[in-house]
């Protein structure tokens, strides 16, 4: 019985990585460059810091990426973009005006206005 959760568990575990590693999302992501990561946890390891190190190793992974780098864990992920130029391509777009999930959480609060609106209409 043990035997037949963990292979279950491995089973599931493995699934999940696949569907992280091959779907669309996953294979854009992994045209970008960015720190080592390890399946399902990806690369928020390098992260894990003092909070009186944490801009320093922000710092070291700009100065190492730049001008654009890649962040995930699980299924979430992040792209820092550092180039001026490819920062006001993207603010002076009206195509990319959708939020991440982390406003969709805010929304009770400040409601709908300059800040979120273009949030989960």
Not at 5 to 25: A, D, M, Q
Not at 56 to 83: C, M, R
């Given at each position: 019985?043990?035997?037949?959760?963990?292979?279950?568990?491995?089973?599931?575990?493995?699934?999940?990585?696949?569907?992280?590693?091959?779907?669309?999302?996953?294979?854009l992501?992994?045209?970008?460059?960015?720190?080592?990561?390890?399946?399902?946890?990806?690369?928020?390891?390098?992260?894990n810091v003092?909070?009186?190190?944490?801009?320093?190793?922000?710092?070291?992974?700009?100065?190492?990426?730049?001008?654009?780098?890649?962040?995930?864990?699980?299924?979430?992920?992040?792209?820092?973009?550092?180039?001026p130029?490819?920062?006001?391509?993207?603010?002076?777009s009206?195509?990319?005006?959708?939020?991440?999930?982390?406003?969709?959480?805010?929304?009770?609060?400040?409601?709908?206005?300059?800040?979120?609106?273009?949030?989960?209409?």
């Open positions: 019985m043990m035997l037949a959760i963990l292979l279950g568990s491995i089973l599931i575990i493995f699934l999940f990585h696949c569907y992280l590693k091959y779907s669309r999302v996953g294979r992501l992994r045209l970008i460059p960015g720190p080592k990561d390890y399946p399902i946890i990806g690369n928020v390891h390098h992260y003092d909070n009186d190190r944490i801009l320093e190793k922000i710092g070291e992974l700009n100065n190492k990426f730049y001008p654009i780098y890649k962040f995930w864990f699980l299924v979430y992920y992040g792209v820092a973009l550092l180039d130029d490819d920062i006001q391509v993207l603010l002076t009206n195509k990319y005006i959708e939020k991440g999930i982390f406003y969709k959480h805010i929304r009770h609060w400040l409601s709908t206005g300059l800040l979120l609106s273009g949030v989960f209409n």
